[in-house]
């Protein structure tokens, strides 16, 4: 059965960092896009930032962000151990919420619709707070 699960969440002050990891449960993540996406209380899931598969994912040009994260989050692969990483740098208040990793079986470039993936996981808190 095909699980995601990540890890890595908790509250942190603003100026902080998390490291976010996005593992599968019995398959590995090589030849699948990732995409990270995020809800806060209230609002609908936005796309956070994605990678396309790991035969791709080496150039910078195959990964994506939204402009709010710009600059301060960084998503990688980790094709040895098949986790998919979002590094998040100089956290704001508006960067807490549920942060999910999905995935997509594909070669083709990552997108950031949620429709786009087949398979979710459970999500970790992120918190931001003084």
């Known amino acids: 059965q095909f699980k995601l699960v990540e890890t890595g969440g908790g509250l942190v002050q603003p100026g902080g960092s998390l490291r976010l990891s996005c593992a599968a449960s019995?398959?590995?993540?090589?030849?699948?896009?990732i995409g990270w996406f995020r809800q806060a209380p209230g609002k609908g899931r936005e796309g956070v930032s994605c990678?396309?598969?790991?035969?791709?994912?080496?150039?910078?040009?195959?990964?994506n962000y939204a402009d709010s994260v710009k600059g301060r989050f960084t998503i990688s692969r980790d094709n040895a151990n098949g986790t998919v990483y979002l590094q998040l740098n100089s956290l704001k208040h508006e960067d807490a919420g549920v942060y999910y990793c999905a995935a997509r079986p594909t070669s083709f470039p990552c997108r950031d619709s949620d429709t786009w993936y087949d398979h979710w996981g459970q999500g970790t808190q992120v918190g931001v707070s003084t």
């Open positions: 019995g398959f590995t993540l090589d030849s699948y896009a």
């Open positions: 990678i396309r598969n790991s035969a791709y994912s080496t150039s910078p040009s195959n990964t």
